[in-house]
Structure formats: structure tokens, C-alpha cells
């Protein structure tokens, strides 16, 4: 017996027939004796036909407060179809709008965050024996304005709901049947995690792995709500997605996972004055453009001059290369150039912390591949290489076979 948020995205409730099979699944988790809350999306391609609507109305300036308002009304038709469906099935269910709920949040429309949830309406169900269905994605400011947290939101009502009642698990249910080692289409032997740590999923997250949003495991991991991934479609035990302590202890790999992001590019601005306040001169004007610099690195200088590389969304690179060529003499560079045709590939793992020589295998693995290396950069968890991207795959999997991350291979 215990007391879990279930949450389902778009597609997991896209039709009537698919919110059937969900409202089936939850009423055999009620028979077995589990106690639940439920959030769902709306359903899958709803939120962005609200949003068209929404500019076809007002192409220019979107009216943010009134966006919110038609964008929650996607998830108010999914709780009210889910909660029939249930009732359908003979199980006392129950919907709620997050203003009903009363899923209190700051004021900032569209990117709402949460400050406050009220528990009592959904204990008082639950002691009842009720279903209750939340609207994900939604909450409500101070003044009864209707907000909406951000794309991809109702993971994060689903934990901030978890968190507030206490419960055992928030276990989010999607197309994919939980975590894996790499991105099964790039390596075929890729496998399901059984469990992985918050900061695993962060860094495997925001390294490309897009399965939950990374608001959610955030917020999971500062209030410890122990996170399990699983599919709406496959019966399975999903990946569970907790602290990396005593009570959950982890498999003992080095590597947990293979990341890679394909959107970066490479830019360099080559012999530069080695002086104080390059770095800032050359990254701060292109912070204040509001564009991200993600991986960052400075030679060291050689007869006063140096070199300086950093990478880029790929969406920005031509942008980023034009500012910098209007700046080339006031920057004093001799050249700038770069390259979109590259890839970032990182190996995760917490076991890293505490063994040497991880990253000697992984430059190892590489090289024995032929894969030239042009920026590498680590963390406490993480170390990453930026490489060209006609060596994605090959990299990626013989990561993977480095560090033994596939199925066990059937030997007959
Ligand atoms: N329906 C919202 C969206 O499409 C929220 C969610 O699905 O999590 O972004
Ligand atoms: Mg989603």
C-alpha cells in the first residue's frame, strides 16, 4: 500500500480510448490498495493549438494573463474526461482545476512558480476512498489571476504535489518506458536504468536526454520525492530516480549514462591580448545578448597572446560569429572562426567521484576509434568532449561498450 502521484502526459491521454486504458490502470493500482492523485496534461497537441489561436488573435504583443486562460483550459477538459472514465469504472473520482486546488503561485504569467498547496481538500478526498484528478500545469496568484507554470509544467505540479501530501513516489507516465543508457536509435543495445540519481538525471537531462523536465527533477530532488519514470503503454518497473544514499544504493557503475547534444557549434577567437578581462570582454557583451555560453576555454597565453574558445546553440552561431567580427579590432583579434558541425558527448556517472582514471578510459576509447577530440571539459559527475559530428555515433557507442553499459549479451 502507498500513497503516489500518478502523472500522465499528452500522449498518454490523447484520445478517449488512450484516457480509458489510464483510468483502467488506476483503478487496478486502487484495487491493489494504492492511494492516488493523478495530474495529466492536455491532450497531446492541445497546448499548441491553443497557443496558434491565441496569435492568430494577437499576432504581436500575446496578452499573457489571457493566454493562461485559454492555455489551462487544455488540461481542465483532460481531468473532467479522466474523472468520468473513472467513475465509468465504478471508482469514486474527483477533478480539480489548479485554482481549485487551489495550486497557489507567484504572479509571473506562463512561467508561474509555485509557492503553496493546499492539502486538505485532497486528503479529505482520499480519506473518502476518492480518485482526484489534478490539473496539471496550472495554478493561481494571490489575486485568483489563472497562471500557467511553463511547456512541459504539469511534471512539475506532479512533484510539487507529491512533495506537499508526503507521498511515497511521483511516478510520471510516458511514451517511453523509463531511462536508458544512451539514446536507444543511436545505440540499439542501450538499457533501461533500474535506478539513477537525481543528479544523473540532471546532467543526463540537460545533456539531451529529454524525457522529464528538468524544472521537475530539480524541484524532486530539493524536497528528496523519489521520482519514477514509466510507460502508459508497457506494463515494467520504469526507472526510479532517487538520492544516491544508503537506503538506494545504486548500481555500482562507474558510468551511468551516454549524453550527447547535437545543437552546439564552436567559435574561437584566436590571438587575443593574454591581459586581464579578455574572458569578460569577449563573453560579457554576448551575455548581455542574452545568448548561452556552454562549454568555455581559455589557452595559456604564449608571447602575450592567447587563444579563446567556447561553444554556442547551433541557432546562434551565425549571430555570434557576425558580433564578433564587428568587434575584431576593438578586441584586438588576430582571427575569428568557428565550426557548426560539432558535437558534445559526455559520459554521467556518480561513481566517478570516487574512482580515478575514468577519464583516461574514455580519451582511450576515443582515440582507438580515431575520434580527434577538440575540447574536453569535466565535472564533479561529468566529463564531456566536444568532437565533429560525423563521429557522433561511433562515439557514442564505443563509449557504451567501454564502459559495459549494454544488456548482457545472451550467450547460448
Ligand atoms: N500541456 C502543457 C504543454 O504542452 C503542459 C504539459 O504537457 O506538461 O506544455
Ligand atoms: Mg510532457
Not at 568557428?338 to 576515443?366: C, E, P, W
Amino acid at each position: 500500500m502507498a500513497f503516489l502521484v500518478k502523472k500522465f502526459g499528452g500522449t498518454s491521454v490523447g484520445t478517449v480510448e488512450r484516457i480509458k486504458h489510464v483510468a483502467k490502470l488506476l483503478v487496478a493500482a486502487k484495487q491493489s490498495g494504492d492511494d492516488v492523485v493523478v495530474v495529466v496534461s492536455a491532450m497531446s497537441g492541445e497546448t499548441n493549438r491553443l497557443v496558434a489561436l491565441a496569435r492568430e488573435m494577437m499576432p504581436a504583443v500575446v496578452d499573457v494573463r489571457e493566454l493562461d486562460v485559454l492555455l489551462s483550459t487544455g488540461e481542465q477538459v483532460t481531468i473532467a474526461l479522466l474523472a468520468m472514465a473513472l467513475k465509468e469504472l465504478g471508482v469514486e473520482a474527483r477533478s480539480y482545476t489548479g485554482s481549485q486546488v487551489r495550486i497557489l503561485t507567484d504572479s509571473s504569467h506562463s512561467k508561474a512558480r509555485i509557492i503553496n498547496i493546499d492539502k486538505a481538500p485532497i486528503m479529505n478526498d482520499i480519506e473518502q476512498g476518492h480518485i482526484v484528478v489534478v490539473a496539471g500545469f496550472q495554478g493561481v496568484d494571490e489575486r485568483g489571476n489563472i497562471t500557467t507554470l511553463g511547456r512541459g509544467g504539469s511534471d512539475t505540479s506532479a512533484v510539487a504535489l507529491a512533495a506537499a501530501l508526503g507521498c511515497d513516489e511521483c511516478q510520471i507516465y510516458t511514451d517511453v518506458d523509463g531511462v536508458y543508457t544512451t539514446d536507444p536509435r543511436v545505440e540499439s543495445r542501450a538499457r533501461r536504468l533500474e535506478k539513477i540519481t537525481f543528479e544523473e538525471m540532471l546532467e543526463m537531462a540537460s545533456l539531451g536526454s529529454k524525457v522529464l523536465q528538468i524544472r521537475a527533477v530539480e524541484f524532486a530532488g530539493k524536497y528528496n520525492v523519489p521520482l519514477r519514470v514509466l510507460s502508459s503503454f508497457e506494463p515494467g518497473d520504469g526507472t526510479l530516480i532517487t538520492l544516491d544514499d544508503e537506503e538506494n544504493q545504486m548500481e555500482q557503475a562507474l558510468v551511468s549514462g551516454i549524453a550527447f547534444n547535437r545543437d552546439e557549434a564552436q567559435i574561437t577567437v584566436a590571438g587575443v591580448a593574454d591581459k586581464p578581462g579578455i574572458a569578460y570582454s569577449i563573453l560579457g557583451p554576448i551575455a548581455d545578448l542574452n545568448i548561452e555560453v556552454d562549454v568555455i576555454l581559455q589557452n595559456i597565453g604564449e608571447n602575450g597572446l592567447t587563444d579563446f574558445t567556447f561553444t554556442v546553440h547551433r541557432d546562434e552561431y551565425g549571430r555570434v560569429i557576425e558580433f564578433l567580427k564587428s568587434r575584431q579590432d576593438e578586441l584586438g583579434a588576430e582571427l575569428i572562426h568557428g565550426n557548426d558541425r560539432i558535437v558534445k558527448l559526455s559520459i554521467v556517472g556518480v561513481g566517478m567521484r570516487s574512482h580515478a582514471g575514468i577519464a583516461s578510459r574514455m580519451f582511450k576509447a576515443l582515440a582507438d576509434n580515431g575520434i580527434n577530440l577538440r575540447m574536453i571539459t569535466t565535472s564533479e559527475i561529468k566529463i564531456s568532449v566536444v568532437i565533429d559530428e560525423n563521429f557522433l555515433e561511433l562515439g557514442v557507442r564505443s563509449l557504451h561498450e567501454e564502459f559495459e553499459l549494454a544488456e548482457p549479451t545472451q550467450t547460448s
